[in-house]
Nanobody, 121 residues
């Protein structure tokens, strides 16, 4: 079964860091763009970042530019989201998603279950 699994979430203080991982089972991520999304409490899901299949091209929401970094290690079949200088407004459930059909950051077909990130003192 094709599946994406996020991990690495937790509770951190403002200014702290977390690294989220998105791992694939049942298929290889090599050919696919991977997007990161988040859904704050009581809010709609929003895009955070995306990385191309090669890892060369990346994009970020304005709210996280300069603080978050997306990367991938295709040998480990894993995509990462390094989150630095975290703010309370970063609190959300974070999801990764794979672009299977299009293979770009423009459309997504497969979603993970999400991992909770809470930034609070």
């Amino acid at each position: 079964q094709l599946q994406l699994v996020e991990s690495g979430g937790g509770l951190v203080q403002p200014g702290g860091s977390l690294r989220l991982s998105c791992g694939a089972s049942g298929f290889a991520l090599d050919y696919y763009a991977i997007g990161w999304f988040r859904q704050p409490p009581g809010k709609e899901r929003e895009g955070v970042s995306c990385i191309s299949s090669s890892g060369v091209n990346t994009n970020y929401a304005n709210s996280v530019k300069g603080r978050f970094t997306v990367s991938r290690d295709n040998a480990k079949n894993t995509v990462y989201l390094q989150m630095n200088s975290l703010k309370p407004e970063d609190t959300a459930v974070y999801y990764c998603a794979a672009s299977i059909v299009g293979g770009t950051c423009d459309e997504y077909d497969l979603w993970g279950q999400g991992t909770q990130v809470t930034v609070s003192s």
